[in-house]
């Protein structure tokens, strides 16, 4: 049987707009990053990192699935989809507010209140998601993902040069989550202007139960994701101290930031081109050769002048976590490998899969970070890139060899 084959010009074409989209917010997150290691101590930005961590960990929860079964679904079955999403969302991102301050609450009853206030600020984000979550899948569903892409860009953007402005002008952690709040209004704006949508009148909302089946492992998935991106940071501040977690937070910013942008751009773009190619294991082949010709030169152009820019961009004082920097730009290329393989599995409707990797590879990644912490940073650094390339190398290796069996199905919205 021939191989199912990427639309590999217009897949090029889609992941270029979302590459220079992440360029722009790159050179913007440059400047923060300058300004916030001249104008922030160490021990401030942990505590801004530690709140992060936990926004990120509780904002994973937002990735239910629903954006994905709006994409996959059925032409005549989609403005029941978009009705049932949109009711979901709701009450999801009002969930997920409340789950924020609760944890507030709780961080500052345990004499945290710097945390628990930034968390409570954080949290004001998802009063404005809610309402563009089904505008923007349709977007992506319609293959307007250069449109999508600029206005991500111009988010982020805006974002970085507010927090600039706020870490000059006043100097506190505040200058690393305001900014997340209000730029959110900016993109709810833009993305029910570029697709509009409202609910159709006598048109029932699809059934709850495929969002629920469909849905549960790609929340799980996203959460155990965000453990492990940022259950490090908070093993770091724990064992180590606000001090030392400023120092670990700058070095993954600078050496991960560029393949955490990249990866989730890639994941954003491929999904919908393997659900148009169908079955088979040659789109997602051909997608990974793209995206690692890609990426390959930056990060090892990144992690070669990394002795450079760090003391440059950051001041001589920042000089030690370059060779961390280094290091960590390297797992960029099993990261990207792995997010083609997830959105292989989501287009096979077996999620499922990725969630037990995920756990796996977040399981390990935390025991890493456990057994190098007293080694120092670039220790912690080289424990992570040998943990990311054993467990996501070998994972590649099943999901996407052309020798394994047969993927099952291609995902559907269910009856």
């Known amino acids: 049987m021939r191989p199912t084959r990427l639309n590999a010009k217009s897949f090029a074409a889609n992941l270029m707009a979302y590459g ?5 917010s790159k050179l913007s997150r440059l400047f923060v990053v300058f300004a916030v290691a001249r104008a922030l101590s160490p021990e401030q930005i942990g505590t801004a990192a530690a709140a992060l961590a936990v926004a990120e960990i509780v904002k994973a929860m937002a990735e239910n699935g629903v954006v994905q079964r709006v994409i996959a679904a059925d032409k005549g ?6 009705k049932a999403a949109r009711r979901i969302v709701w009450a999801w991102c009002l969930g997920l507010f409340a789950l924020q301050l609760a944890v507030a609450a709780a961080l500052w009853a345990a ?3 710097v945390i628990a206030g930034l968390l409570a600020v954080a949290a004001l984000e998802y009063l404005f998601m809610p309402g563009g979550i089904v505008q923007a899948a349709l977007a992506m569903r319609d293959g307007k993902m250069k449109q999508m892409a600029a206005i991500s860009g111009a988010q982020i953007v805006g974002a970085n040069a507010a927090a600039v402005a706020l870490a000059l002008a006043f100097p506190s952690p505040l200058a690393l989550i305001l900014p ?9 704006i833009a993305v029910r202007r570029l697709r509009p949508w409202a609910p159709v009148p006598g048109v029932s909302a699809a059934p709850l139960r495929p969002f629920a089946t469909f849905g549960a492992p790609i929340l799980g998935t996203e959460m155990v994701k965000a453990l492990r991106l940022h259950a490090d940071k908070l093993l770091v501040g724990a064992l180590l101290g606000a001090d030392a977690l400023g120092y670990y937070f700058m070095a993954f910013n600078a050496g991960l930031s560029l393949a955490t942008s990249f990866t989730a751009a890639l994941g954003t773009v491929l999904f919908p081109q393997l659900c148009a190619a169908g079955k088979g294991k040659g789109a997602s082949l051909q997608a990974a050769g793209i995206a ?14 990394a002795p450079l820019y760090v003391p440059a961009l950051l001041g001589a004082d920042w000089a030690l976590i370059a060779p961390t920097v280094s290091v960590l730009c390297l797992s960029a290329l099993p990261l990207t490998l792995w997010t083609v393989c997830a959105a292989q599995l989501r287009a096979e409707n077996r999620p499922q899969v990725e969630l037990w990797i995920t756990l796996a590879l977040t399981g390990a990644l935390a025991a890493s970070t456990v057994a190098t912490a007293p080694l120092g940073l670039t220790a912690m650094a080289w424990g992570y890139l040998a943990t990311c390339c054993l467990i996501l190398g ?14 099952p199905r291609h995902a559907q919205p269910e009856a």
């Open 111 to 113: 004499g945290l209140p």
């Open 77 to 82: 079955a989609l403005e029941g989809t978009c």
């Open 394 to 407: 070998l994972a590649a290796l099943r999901i996407l060899s052309p020798f394994t069996a047969p993927t």
């Open 20 to 24: 220079a989209s992440e360029v722009a």
């Open 180 to 188: 997340r709040v209000l730029s959110a209004p900016l993109w709810l």
């Open 292 to 305: 690692l010709a890609m990426i390959a030169p930056f990060v090892a152009a990144q992690a070669l002048l």
